[in-house]
């Protein structure tokens, strides 16, 4: 990748040249603009180096990004045509484009989600390609809801379309009166839950007639930018590594600054929150293992389930798998994990 966009000039200027004479025999691809004669002296390739150059910005984001879990492509070869949109970046474009959960077909030679994946690269050929594919409000997959994060532009909602959790069946209601077959051990929303627990989305409200989960103002006051990409520590923490924490930098806490939020912040623990989640999610666990709901190892224990009990452990699922221990949302993931203790403690 770094060198890519290093020595990337002048191949930019001959693969330019070159696309032209492979146009007549190849039918797709990206074709770069034909570039000024030149004549007088102008560069004939002028908005390549408009990226591809040695400026500090540009290697910065490199550098930061190749430490990001996304640049390991550890789950790229998750091509099915139901994982590609958010595993490998031609599906993400692909449904970008459509609109659809899923991709039409397999991916075939799929790719780590890099940064064509997020920016428009290659669209115009100029810096405007710095744009993001997408900051659209995004059609919730487990219920058609809209989820909107409009803070900082929208960039939060570019996360969502992947960060989201995923539907499952059976699909129960809270006091839902049959019971339902779990036969699956990966009944649960899959691990990508933060963007709805940002939001306040998500969980079954309801059970035991409790409903309005409060939230925390951080769903309108913080993007997964401000948080993820502040300021980065070399490429240990925040900008493109995306990475809150590191063993030996610790927390990344510039996030949690930035506009007098929390000033004189001293970890992520603020106001106790982390640790109050960290304990009732193990209380509520505790008590579903008990219960013979879930194994010793979090996973669903298929079985007949009530609609009431399955919230619930959907709900624990959801916290679980937010792993930021109620930094996304203090308020709504305490008032879930409350709400599963009452249920279950009532039984
Ligand atoms: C908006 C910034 C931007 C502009 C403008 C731009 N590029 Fe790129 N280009 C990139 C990035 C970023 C990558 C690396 C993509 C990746 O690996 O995710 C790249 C990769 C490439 C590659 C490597 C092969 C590939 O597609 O990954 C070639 C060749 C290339 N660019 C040629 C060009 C040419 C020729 C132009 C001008 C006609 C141009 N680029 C304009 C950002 C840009
Ligand atoms: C809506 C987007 C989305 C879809 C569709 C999707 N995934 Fe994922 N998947 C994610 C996200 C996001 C993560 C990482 C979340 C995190 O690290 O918190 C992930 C993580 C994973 C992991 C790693 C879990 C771990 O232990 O770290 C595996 C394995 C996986 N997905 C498999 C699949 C398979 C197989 C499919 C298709 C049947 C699929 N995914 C479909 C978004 C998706
Ligand atoms: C997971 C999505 C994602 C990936 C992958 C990604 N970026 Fe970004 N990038 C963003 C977001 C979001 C922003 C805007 C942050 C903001 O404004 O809060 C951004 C901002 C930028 C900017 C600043 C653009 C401007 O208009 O000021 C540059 C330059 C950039 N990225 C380069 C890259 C390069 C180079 C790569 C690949 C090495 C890359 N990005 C990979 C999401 C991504
Ligand atoms: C194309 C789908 C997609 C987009 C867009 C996306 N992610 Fe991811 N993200 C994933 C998947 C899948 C994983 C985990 C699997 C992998 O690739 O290793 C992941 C992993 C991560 C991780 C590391 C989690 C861990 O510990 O394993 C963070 C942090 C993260 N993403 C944050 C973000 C942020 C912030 C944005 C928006 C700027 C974003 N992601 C955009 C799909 C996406
Ligand atoms: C208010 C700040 C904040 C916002 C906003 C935020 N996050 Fe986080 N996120 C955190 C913190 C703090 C952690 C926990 C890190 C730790 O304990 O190591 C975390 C954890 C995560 C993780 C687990 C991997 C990791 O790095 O620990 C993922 C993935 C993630 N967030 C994605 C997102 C996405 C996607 C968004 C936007 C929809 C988002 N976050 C918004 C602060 C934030």
New binding site residues.
């Given amino acids: 990748?770094k060198r890519?966009?290093t020595y990337?000039f002048p191949?930019?200027m001959m693969?330019?040249a070159a696309s032209l004479l492979f146009t007549s025999c190849t039918k797709e691809g990206p074709q770069?603009?034909a570039g000024a004669d030149g004549k007088d002296g102008a560069d004939a390739?002028a908005?390549?180096t408009?990226?591809?150059n040695f400026e500090d910005m540009v290697v910065a984001k490199i550098f930061q990004y190749d430490a990001s879990q996304h640049a390991t492509g550890d789950y790229a070869f998750e091509n099915r045509n139901s994982c590609a949109p958010c595993h490998t970046s031609q599906g993400f474009r692909e449904v970008v484009i459509t609109g659809e959960d899923n991709c039409a077909e397999a991916i075939q030679n799929p790719t780590r989600i890099?940064?064509?994946t997020c920016h428009m690269?290659?669209d115009t050929?100029?810096?405007a390609?710095?744009a993001l594919r997408t900051v659209a409000p995004i059609t919730l997959r487990i219920n058609g809801e809209t989820l909107d994060l409009p803070f900082g532009g929208g960039t939060s909602n570019l996360c969502a379309k992947c960060h989201q959790p995923r539907a499952r069946t059976p699909w129960p209601t809270p006091g839902g009166v049959d019971s339902m077959n779990v036969t699956s051990g990966h009944w649960g929303p899959h691990y990508g839950t933060q963007s709805t627990m940002l939001a306040g989305m998500g969980c079954f409200e309801g059970v035991g007639g409790k409903t309005a989960f409060p939230n925390s103002p951080h769903r309108n006051i913080a993007s997964c930018s401000t948080c993820h990409s502040a300021s980065a520590v070399g490429n240990m923490t925040g900008g493109h590594t995306l990475w809150m924490e590191n063993e030996e930098e610790g927390e990344n806490l510039a996030g949690c600054e930035a506009a007098d939020c929390h000033p004189g912040i001293e970890d992520f623990n603020y106001d106790g929150v982390q640790e109050e989640v960290e304990e009732k999610m193990h209380h509520l666990g505790d008590l579903l293992e008990a219960a013979g709901f879930i194994d010793e190892g979090w996973h669903i224990a298929p079985q007949m389930f009530n609609q009431d009990d399955l919230c619930i452990v959907w709900n624990f699922f959801m916290v679980e798998y937010d792993r930021s221990l109620g930094v996304h949302n203090g308020k709504y993931t305490i008032a879930v994990l409350d709400n599963g203790i009452a249920h279950m403690e009532a039984k």
């Fill in positions: 990748m890519v966009l990337l191949a930019g693969i330019s770069g603009p390739n908005t390549c408009q990226c591809h890099d940064c064509r690269i290659h050929y100029t810096a390609d710095w």
